[in-house]
């Protein structure tokens, strides 16, 4: 280890007390080779001047001589306090770890040096670069936190405190608090920060798979951008710079203005993206709720408009402005909308779809506008499109609107009918006390759905599918395809088709990716044949704004609406000492009699695969357990903890006539800290109901997670290392497939 006190500044001062070091004023430690640590140095060069306020000693070093500590060749300078003109750098193989720059205090990492684990405060600096003629590769700075007033530098082409940079620097994995700043100048490059403050790439810049959550990336001419994911406020601004892989979830925005090029553009629900003149944009999904907006002269290449979401919201939204350039296959989903903003909307107008060319003409012939569109899937038609009148400014609006699980056959006077054929007037065949009763139409609805696919194959949307013979001889007499919650009539009651389904000859299907569905409305509440089946007309509950209708309504739409208990024509019964026995008896009978197709049942497991994780994504996993208590160790600096595990549902484990969907993980009982010697009790989680992640409190003393469940541990002492004990009472066991869902909302119960 050296030491150099004769700085060029007044003062140059190295002081060692105490086995820690204060390097002062123009000063230079020089920490060289491995096994030479300096810990807890204190490194300043301005001294007790205005701007200090006597918080770090020192005297006159200022910007141009600033106090400096090197570590070199394996040496670390650890834990360092850096304010006014002082720099910690690691290079050449050395390391800066920890520690905290504030007030024009600095770490640098250059010339194959490292900084790890520093904490950047207002006004204080990290830089990753290389000096120009000291060999070694680029300076890499690793996990830094820079707080609100903060900045960072990489890369090279800028001189600071007259030493000058030029080379490669890399910033990886860093937190940037709001109204920090990130600057990636030339060859600078970011892997895998999260940011929330700002982060500008300039010319031979270049951004890796960033976060931004109200942070937001400005990518000027020459810098590139991929990978990142932009969220909750978060922003991504291209201005002559090159993106690709950019994903916008719920509350992200994406920008790209003249020169700015784009390839792969994912726009989620809930995000917007727009493209300026001269922006060019190629091989872009728009998901359902998502809306891109395509600027006068902006040109998109191959994009993809996703249809509805499962929950029935709107489908995927590109808007063309005068003069916006449609190049290469706009492929539409079901419901997706094209909204043609040069096109004013008018009667009579009608679309023409042949050979993926959409063409939009007036009353009297004349194109409108025309287009290389694509239907999703495959084989639309021009009565697959209609057009709307843009309320917001009267311009036109392509819709995409194919249905399909039509053909449901009811019985009326006239015989067997198409539900989607029936009218208001038409009667109907009920059954009222084991006899034949024509009821009237009053009122049909239609309602589309489409899958989303990821969940549980109920809460996805996919219908279930009654095979021929399921039910009875010849009942359904063809497979009756239904909505899970629609009831079927069994033993004098209703019972939702969902608490029937056995994989085999009631089942989920998954062929189906989008659907209209109907409902037919009697004069009174009713129970029909359909394709032979016994089940429900239609209860207004309140949701039939929900539908849409092409005929007259009869009875007012905004009378009462009516309930299960006091309007039904049989009893809605969904206990599990009801529905079971009907379940077993049709799984009895499709394995007597080879109906369907006998499916392998779910792979299961008891592990439940039980972990912290902090917020940089760390895992911890448990060190050991002592009965039912799970013990972690968790390291200083981790905070926002959560509790991680496999997920499942009662109804998946036991059967779907358990009526059961909650999403559960673990059963939480007690919580203890061990920390500095002592010993504290947790109950927040069983008290507040603000926590993410928990489901409801049981017997006031036990509490179920839902797979990501935040720990309520805001006074524990970040800077220390403390143990932590959580007792699981009850888990598991859980579907396999649960893995690839697990950690975003739960699963269930033990054994029951």
């Known amino acids: 280890m050296a030491i150099t006190s ?38 300043s060069g301005f001294g007790n ?116 940079f030029a080379g490669s620097g890399v910033v990886s994995k860093g937190t940037f608090d709001i109204g920090s700043t990130e600057i990636l ?31 937001t990336q400005i990518v000027g001419a020459g810098g590139w951008t991929s990978g990142a994911t932009a969220y909750a406020g978060g922003r991504i601004e291209v201005s002559g710079g090159w993106a690709t892989n950019i994903v916008l979830n719920s509350g992200g925005s994406f920008r790209a203005t003249a020169g700015a090029q ?48 499962s929950s029935g919201g709107a489908g995927g939204l590109l808007v063309l402005q005068s003069g916006a350039v449609l190049s290469g296959i706009t492929s539409m989903g079901f419901k997706s909308r094209l909204d043609i903003d040069s096109v004013q909307y008018v009667s009579g107008a009608k679309t023409t779809y042949s050979g993926n060319t959409l063409t939009i003409t007036d009353a009297n012939g004349n194109v409108l506008w025309t287009g290389s569109v694509a239907s999703i899937p495959a084989g639309g038609t021009s009565k697959d499109f209609h057009i709307e009148r843009d309320a917001a400014d009267g311009s036109l609006i392509v819709v995409y609107d194919k249905c399909f699980l039509k053909g449901t056959m009811i019985r009326t006077e006239q015989g067997e009918q198409l539900v989607e054929d029936l009218t208001v007037g038409d009667r109907v065949v009920a059954c009222v006390d084991g006899k ?55 033993n004098d009651a209703f ?23 109907y409902h037919i409305e009697t004069d009174e ?3 029909l044949w359909s394709d032979g089946a016994m089940s429900e ?61 006998e499916r392998p049942d779910v792979e299961m497991t008891d592990d439940a695969n039980l972990r912290l994780v902090d917020h940089q994504g760390r895992e911890i996993r448990p060190l050991r357990t002592v009965k039912q208590a799970y013990i972690f160790m968790i390291p200083a600096g981790a905070r926002g903890l959560h509790l991680l595990s496999r997920v499942a549902r009662p109804l998946d484990v036991v059967g779907p006539f358990l009526d059961d969907r909650r999403h559960l993980g673990v059963l939480v009982g007690e919580i203890q800290i061990w920390e500095a010697g002592q010993t504290h009790q947790i109950d927040d989680h069983l008290e507040s109901a603000s926590l993410s992640g928990w489901s409801s409190v049981e017997d006031g003393r036990r509490r179920w997670t839902t797979g990501c469940a935040e720990l309520p541990l805001s006074d524990l002492d970040s800077d220390a290392i403390a143990m932590i004990s959580i007792e699981i009472l009850a888990g598991g066991p859980y579907p396999i497939a649960s893995d690839a869902v697990e950690g975003n909302q739960g699963a269930m119960p033990s054994r029951m």
Do not use: C
């Open 6 to 43: 004769t700085g060029s500044a007044s003062g140059a001062t190295i002081i060692s007390s105490g086995g820690k070091y204060s390097v002062l004023s123009g000063a230079t430690l020089v920490v060289q080779n491995g096994g030479f640590v300096v810990s807890g140095a204190v490194v």
């Open 495 to 517: 019972v939702p088709a969902r608490m029937l389904v056995n994989g085999r000859s009631i089942y989920y299907d998954r062929t189906l990716a989008h659907f209209d569905y």
């Open 262 to 309: 784009l390839t792969g553009l994912q726009v989620g629900a809930a995000a917007a993206a727009s493209a300026e003149a001269a922006s060019i944009l190629s091989n872009v999904v728009i998901s359902g709720g998502g809306t891109l907006t395509l600027g006068s002269g902006a040109t998109l290449i191959n994009a993809t408009v996703s249809g509805v979401t």
């Open 537 to 597: 007309s239609y209860l207004d509950t309140g949701d039939r704004s929900a539908f849409s209708q092409d005929g007259p309504v009869v009875r007012l739409l905004n009378a009462p609406a009516r309930t299960w208990e006091h309007d039904a024509a049989a009893p809605l019964r969904v206990e599990r000492s009801f529905v079971e026995p009907i379940f077993e008896t049709l799984s009895q009978r499709a394995a007597t009699l080879s109906i369907g197709v």
């Open 436 to 490: 034949e009763v024509l009821r009237e139409v009053i009122w049909v609805g239609r309602r589309t759905a489409t899958v989303r696919p990821g969940p549980h194959d109920d809460e996805a949307g996919y219908p279930v599918r009654i095979v021929r013979g399921a039910l009875g001889d010849n009942v359904p007499y063809k497979d009756l395809l239904v909505t899970p919650e629609h009831a079927l009539f069994l």
């Open 49 to 164: 001047g205005p701007n200090n306020s006597g918080a770090i000693p020192g005297q006159s070093g200022g910007t141009n001589y600033p106090a400096l500590i090197i570590a070199s060749a394996g040496g670390i300078a650890s834990g360092s306090t850096v304010g006014f003109g002082g720099v910690v750098m690691g290079a050449n193989g050395g390391t800066a770890a920890g520690g905290t720059a504030i007030d024009s205090g600095s770490f640098a990492a250059v010339n194959g040096g490292f900084v790890s684990g520093a904490t950047v405060g207002s006004n204080g600096g990290v830089l990753a670069s290389m000096v120009s003629g000291s060999g070694g590769g680029a300076g890499v700075v690793i996990d830094t936190h820079v707080q609100a007033g903060g900045y960072a530098l990489a890369g090279g082409g800028f001189t600071i405190k007259g030493q000058a």
């Open 185 to 215: 100048a030339s060859a600078g490059t970011d892997i895998g920060s999260i940011v929330g403050g700002t982060q500008l790439v300039s010319s031979a810049g270049v951004a890796i798979s960033s976060i931004f959550s109200a942070g």
């Open 525 to 527: 509440h009713s129970v």
